[in-house]
């Protein structure tokens, strides 16, 4: 199984600072995932990464997944008080779809 | 509303009693799959059904535990004999054959006194 370490665990911030957050795996990620979850709520994915190297990005998101696809990180701009939430990056670990979630990171943007 | 639904959306039991959970999918998804997700954790995968056949079991899932997808459609999750160690989340996803994207619902947090 693989081990998906995400860092730091929680992160408060103030409104229009930014932050950033990171996954990482001793093995190589077939995939990676980026899912956000609010209280009383099930995971909204957010973006899907493939390509070593590879940027995309998501309004004030930004997503980047290592060259060796070992490791990812989420960078948040301007945070805004609906970026709070706890952000989980999750694993394919088969063809099946069947995900393997980190423990996430709690981000707190107050105003 | 065609999201993934789930209910009940919150369940307090007794520890010993028996507890079942509902997982309507989007209609046309065909894979299915349960997770469990305690307090300051990710998601834990517990099972998958690909139409009604389910395909993996978690060994999270005791023998307390039976999933069921009988028609392909909706499915249910059973805790017999409900523990204290059992208080989560129970959340379902869906998704489309061979895609990437999962679709979770609200989920279904169980409480056991």
């Known amino acids: 199984t693989q081990l998906l370490e995400q860092s730091p665990q929680f992160l408060s911030i103030q409104e229009g600072e930014n932050l950033t957050v990171y996954c990482n795996s001793s093995s190589v990620f077939s995939s990676l995932q980026w899912y956000r979850q609010e209280p009383g709520e099930g995971p909204v994915l957010l973006v899907t990464v493939v390509t070593g190297g590879e940027v995309k990005k998501l309004k004030r998101l930004t997503f980047q997944f290592g060259d060796a696809r070992k490791d990812s990180s989420l960078h948040i701009t301007a945070a805004q008080p609906g970026d709070t939430g706890l952000y989980l990056c999750?694993?394919?670990?088969?063809?099946?779809?069947?995900?393997?979630f980190g423990a996430g990171t709690q981000v707190v943007v107050t105003p | 509303d065609t999201g993934v639904s789930q209910n009940p959306r919150h369940k307090i039991t007794k520890r010993g009693q028996n507890v079942t959970f509902r997982c309507d999918p989007i209609?046309?998804?065909?894979?299915l799959y349960w997770y469990r997700q305690t307090l300051g954790q990710g998601p834990e995968f517990l099972t998958y059904?690909?139409?009604?056949?389910?395909?993996?079991k978690s060994r999270l899932l005791s023998d307390r535990f039976s999933a069921e997808r009988p028609k392909g459609s909706f499915s249910t999750l059973e805790i017999q004999r409900t523990e204290q160690g059992d208080s989560a989340m129970y959340l379902c996803?869906?998704?489309?054959?061979?895609?990437?994207?999962?679709?979770f619902g609200p989920g279904t947090r169980l409480t056991v006194t």
């Open positions: 996803a869906s998704s489309l054959a061979g895609g990437r994207e999962q679709y």
């Open positions: 209609s046309e998804h065909n894979r």
């Open positions: 999750a694993s394919l670990t088969d063809s099946w779809g069947k995900l393997q």
């Open positions: 059904f690909q139409n009604e056949a389910q395909l993996e």
